[in-house]
């Protein structure tokens, strides 16, 4: 990870192996406009090459997550980052990212915020929290964000959120699997930092292959994915850290993970 990248709308911090991402522009209610997309793309790369980073966290800035796409800004001038995604790319990367991604939820998740949290591997939210695709008041359609939402939601439910655009409370986003816990307030921060920690102590190896397994295949049936699977379980149980979860086991100690 690059300690030094100029971020101008998020705040990426480390501790130990897990990495927050903030959308900072709590001002404005941390909306998602080309920059920020940008970035986003940039500190996910970063994430992903640093092979200490275990975990990444992905919040917002003060009692928002995001209000939503920033419909104000349609370009990034000469001194940010340069273009490196847009937000296609943005949604793709969390499918090859190798590494577990958690959307810690305070307040409200509108539009393609809500296409982030989807596309995360873990969603937490707090009870006061709210989502939904408001798009279709304004005349439009969450069109990209489709493609990840249906990946956790009913079609029906689905549906419904996107033709209706109403807003959704947390229980009923846990509800219909849009998050997949919901905590109090004060519980939030304890909550993530518990399952962070807890997927940090697994093996990096395993972790990276199975995600990348589980994308790759998600769409596809089984006679296609079941030889492709069984081809990576050979691959996983070649590695130093598949070697070492079973000698661990044999020997009834803690493994010791390389991430190789």
Known sequence: MDAHRRYRTLLVEAS???????LNRPERRNPIGVEMVNELVWALD???DDPDVRV????GAGQVFSAGGDLKQMSIDDEGLPVRGDFVDLLL?????????????????M???LGLVASCDFA??????TFGTPEISRGLFPFMIMAVLRR????????DMMLLGESLDAATAASIELVSKVVGEAELDAEVESLAAKLASRSPTALRMGLQAFHAHADHDLAT????LRDQLGAILGTEDGREGLMAFLEKRAPRWTGR
């Open 16 to 22: 130990g192996p897990v990495l927050t991402i903030v």
């Open 46 to 48: 970063d994430a992903k």
């Open 56 to 59: 990444v966290v992905l919040t």
């Open 93 to 109: 990367r969390f499918t090859t990212l190798g590494k577990p991604t958690i959307a810690k939820v305070r307040g409200p998740a």
């Open 111 to 113: 539009g393609g915020a």
């Open 124 to 129: 937490v939210a707090s009870t006061g929290s």
């Open 152 to 159: 956790v939601v009913s079609r029906r439910r689905l549906l």
């Open 225 to 228: 994915a079941l030889p492709a």
